[in-house]
């Protein structure tokens, strides 16, 4: 029974989650535009808003950034340019403790001013204070492997083990649950609180991550405003 729990959490339930991720953000955008926000509470008070934002959204960038790179770049090709498992390990503590630490402080500022000023408060939807609470946790988890990985950091076996997980489920293959399956505890939650706020995204805030304005990165020339006349 334990096997097959093991199997279905890390085997099955991330194709679950990528699945609704992906339908259910299309569903949302064709049906449900006019819910499809940030949800900014900058116009009721800026209080901590712009720094924990700051804070917030450059972490949570950076550490995605850092998992999708770390998780997903084959040993070889890391290896081939003369860095070993252990010192990518050494350096995913400490990137990811950096930027973690960034962002659960926003985050923290973020939630505290969702839960604690009234008039904030009184307009945020329960999912609203949901996510930012599911989001907080899962960055509490993160950062509690950071002992775990460090202790193992001479040959980096803990990240090897994630990454070979991790680029198994997305090449589809059958035996991806068994590298996820002598890690610490801690590691497994954190992958299925972060499995879980895929599954959820589209039922969130979050997915106004899909509509980030990045095409004004490259835009020519600038925007033109009138004077008063």
Request: charge should be positive; proline fraction near 3%; hydrophobic fraction near 50%.
């Amino acid at each position: 029974m334990q096997e097959w729990l093991h199997i279905l959490a890390f085997g099955y339930y991330p194709y679950l989650a990528a699945t609704v991720f992906l339908v259910g953000s299309l569903i949302r955008f064709d049906r449900e535009q006019y819910t499809w926000r940030s949800g900014s509470s900058q116009l009721l008070r800026r209080r901590q808003l712009m720094a924990g934002s700051v804070l917030f959204h450059v972490g949570i960038l950076c550490l995605f950034l850092g998992h999708f790179v770390g998780l997903l770049t084959p040993k070889e090709i890391y290896h081939a340019v003369g860095l070993s498992s252990g010192t990518k390990q050494v350096l995913a503590v400490v990137a990811g403790g950096i930027f973690g630490i960034a962002c659960f402080i926003g985050l923290s500022m973020l939630l505290h001013r969702r839960l604690f000023d009234p008039r904030i408060r009184k307009t945020s939807s329960a999912m609203d204070i949901a996510i930012l609470a599911i989001l907080w946790l899962q960055l509490v988890l993160g950062l509690a492997t950071t002992p775990f990985s460090w202790e193992h950091r001479e040959h980096g076996e803990v990240m090897v083990s994630l990454s070979l997980w991790a680029q198994k489920i997305v090449t589809f293959q059958a035996d991806a649950a068994a590298y996820a399956l002598d890690v610490h505890w801690i590691y497994k939650a954190h992958i299925i609180l972060g499995v879980t706020i895929f599954l959820i995204f589209p039922f969130s805030r979050l997915v106004h991550i899909w509509s980030a304005p990045v095409g004004y990165l490259g835009r020519r020339g600038y925007q033109i405003v009138r004077a008063r006349s």
